[in-house]
């Protein structure tokens, strides 16, 4: 196997590969990567337990020579250290070059480099062709849909099903659904497909795979409870791991007609809460809001560090008194999330959960349960 | 106590108090900052066991009111607390009230805090006041001088003397010299002032210092073998503490004659000492340098991953043919420190200390060990 390639375009393909190379990973085989050159071009492949990445360079780039001389083959190169030769190497082209499937020569006229490398057969067998649903959609609904649930999903593998992104698609419909218990984001986006599904995948393997779409326009989505998801955008296929189990009812938690309504500016809410959040532990941020038509409040109680109040400018409130108590960070995440000037929470008792909205956007739903304090 | 202050002046004080404060400090009221409203204006203070920084804000500055409706006193309050309270706050103008010297109520019409306090007289006794040799110089150059020695000094406590920077003062030179035993660097400067001593300090503590200095053009320094040193800029006094022993003599181990030089473009050998180091383990990057008159090579050899060869492009060699090798982050801080364009590496034999030099510039000298391999 050999190759000469032009260096930026064998860089982006080992940079969204390595997107799926965990720094630890307990099968050693995975800290590399697999590079294959074929009829199709050169094929970058890196995976984890959770996902894999399958990025490829083409031989023709519009008229231009990405790839030449090249001669079939398949290898495994640690990924870290090919990447960061690629990296930094100087030269615009450079050469792989395979000796006795042991040493895989890399060099720019300038700097060589002799690296270690193993049989392609020591890796393991990945499937990445497509099997079960399909549907493609625009890449930046699909980016848009991740950024404004996935982040409400669990971080803890207590109960493993939390920390999946929900996706369900019917009648034209894909919604995205994450909760970790004590608060939840969903968010809906209308799809030109009749597929139906249901499953559940890592949240945080979503976010990742949202940020890889940059430049792609479309993306085809192919899902099968077997086989796990299958995104494919541009030169890049990924393939994630389902998470098993039934995801949790939650259509009936959401609160539809509220007896307290907040109108806010979301900046100054956000400033205020940074700000009393200071006198918080490390731990958890608790503030409580304290609502009447004339003054609203936020304020944070410490033993070690005292107290801290702040009373908002701006605002509309409709509804008796109302005190209610929250981990502010979700508060933080459900009005980021939203992306609007402003944003209304809405509140059923003081003990119930409670939503941040946008009215002129029903398509996200964020619901936070208060916390009993003081 | 009370006053109200202008929150830019006020922040700027925190700031620079608060680079004495360390993350974790064996005696709980050395967390805080003494806040000190005198005739002389409002005094933060802020300590560990190594430095301890005091800096004022004056009533006026220019014609423009800073402190006003001020009541003296004196009071401790939590350092990371306070600084980031008043860092958030958007008002242009602050007041800080004490009430009953246990809480500083912080508002400005907006926020309200009130933040635990201490009774100032739980603080230990620090005495500023220069009392040793003096003399000023600017700080441009006392920072040049701190730049270009002190990174060598060493990091580990087993020999504290090595952590420090030497600062030697004798007709009209001052000279700083650190090193870790197996790398040193020594800068020289010509000061206006027939001083004498010889003294040292932290030489981390030299760096955090002389990265205080923007905006002020000169600095006063006072060495006193038993209260430290004391620099005196702008609104700011730093004393650090001296580190006792004798420092190791160094100046009979500089060679004044080589047989081998290597004249290099730094960037150059920079950038391939940086791609050769890939390859390197995590802990030490060890490269070997083999010279010719006609070819110039970096290589690096491991187990793990393989080898490495960069050839220079330009340089200009004098001598015999030469192997020497070395941690590359050594040669690395010394061209850095050099802040040359063009860097000479002169070697005496291939197991001898070698130096690296700028030409141009002979009051600056970086000698490295070499390091035996292979």
Redesign the interface.
């Known amino acids: 196997m050999r190759f000469t390639i032009d260096k930026e375009q064998f860089l982006k393909a080992l940079t969204y590969a390595g997107h799926a190379i965990a720094p630890k990973n307990p099968y050693a085989m995975l800290a590399n990567f697999k590079i294959t050159l074929s009829e199709k071009g050169l094929e970058v492949l890196g995976s984890n337990s959770e996902i894999t990445i399958r990025s490829i360079v083409p031989y023709m780039l519009k008229d231009r020579e990405v790839i030449r001389q090249g001669i079939p083959g398949s290898i495994l190169i640690?990924a870290r250290?090919l990447s960061?030769?690629v990296r930094?190497?100087?030269g615009g082209e450079l050469s792989l070059d395979v000796i006795d499937n042991a040493?895989a020569k890399v060099d720019d006229g300038?700097?060589?480099?002799?690296?270690?490398c193993a049989n392609a057969e020591e890796y393991p067998d990945i499937d990445l062709e497509p099997d079960g649903v399909t549907f493609d959609m625009p890449c930046a609904a699909m980016a848009g849909l991740v950024e404004q649930s996935a982040f409400a999903a669990s971080t803890k593998e207590q109960r493993p099903i939390l920390t999946a992104l929900n996706l369900e698609a019917a009648d034209g419909i894909l919604t995205a659904t994450a909760t970790d218990s004590a608060r939840l984001a969903r968010k809906t986006v209308a799809i030109e497909s009749e597929v139906k599904f249901r499953v559940n995948i890592p949240a945080r393997v979503a976010i990742d795979v949202s940020k890889l779409f940059e430049g792609a326009s479309t993306v085809e989505i192919t899902v099968s409870e077997k086989k796990g998801v299958l995104f494919r955008f541009g030169q890049t296929v990924v393939s994630t791991r389902v998470i098993p189990g039934d995801y949790p009812q939650t259509k009936s938690i959401i609160p539809q007609t509220f007896n307290y309504v907040l109108d806010v500016n979301a900046r100054e809410l956000l400033?205020?809460m940074?700000?009393?959040s200071?006198?918080s532990s490390d731990k958890e941020s608790v503030v409580r809001l304290s609502m009447t038509e004339d003054r609203v409040e936020l304020t944070v109680r410490s033993d070690?560090?005292?107290?801290?109040?702040?009373?908002l400018?701006t605002f509309q409130f409709t509804g008796e008194r109302l005190d209610v108590s929250f981990n502010s960070a979700f508060v933080v995440d459900a009005v980021k999330a939203l992306k609007s000037e402003d944003v209304s929470v809405c509140f059923l008792a003081e003990m119930k959960p409670f939503v941040v909205k946008n009215k002129q956007d029903d398509s996200v739903v964020e619901l936070i349960t208060p916390m009993r304090t003081y």
Chains 1, 2 share one sequence.
């Not at 300038?110 to 270690?116: A, E, I, K, Y």
């Not at 070690?304 to 702040?310: D, H, I, P, R």
């Open positions: 640690n250290v960061e030769v930094k190497m100087e040493i300038r700097s060589s480099f002799r690296l270690n400033n205020a940074d700000r009393v200071i006198l070690a560090n005292g107290s801290a109040v702040e009373a400018q």
